[in-house]
Nanobody, 121 residues
Framework: VQLQASGGGLVQAGGSLRLSCAAS????????MGWFRQAPGQEREFVAA????????YYADSVKGRFAISRDNAKNSMYLQMNSLKPEDTAVYYC???????????????WGQGTLVTVSS
């Protein structure tokens, strides 16, 4: 599966952004999907994951209550709605796909390119 993330940009603290991840192929609905992020000088970290059906979700504590992950299998797409953004959310955000049934923990098998999110204070 090939993944393409989009929707990043510059936003003020407290604002919102919605990231999208478009997937190629007919088997999108078989994959668990997730988002990771990498801030400058830091390790890539898990943000959120969603099961193949969309019925299960999993979030990092740092974004719980502020971010919402969703997917539309008919459109081969996944989304990350980010609200109440903070400067520490600034990072390159990557979408990923996993062939594993479990999303907790989420172990990616495929990565998309990143999209930059910058939150100004």
């Amino acid at each position: 599966v090939q993944l393409q993330a989009s929707g990043g940009g510059l936003v003020q603290a407290g604002g919102s952004l919605r990231l999208s991840c478009a997937a190629s192929g007919r088997t999108f609905s078989r994959y668990g999907m997730g988002w990771f992020r990498q801030a400058p000088g830091q390790e890539r970290e898990f943000v959120a994951a969603i099961s193949w059906s969309g019925g299960g979700t999993y979030y990092a504590d740092s974004v719980k209550g502020r971010f919402a992950i969703s997917r539309d299998n008919a459109k081969n797409s996944m989304y990350l709605q980010m609200n109440s953004l903070k400067p520490e959310d600034t990072a390159v955000y990557y979408c990923a796909a996993s062939i594993r049934v479990t999303i907790r923990p989420f172990s990616p098998d495929y990565w998309g390119q990143g999209t930059l999110v910058t939150v100004s204070s």
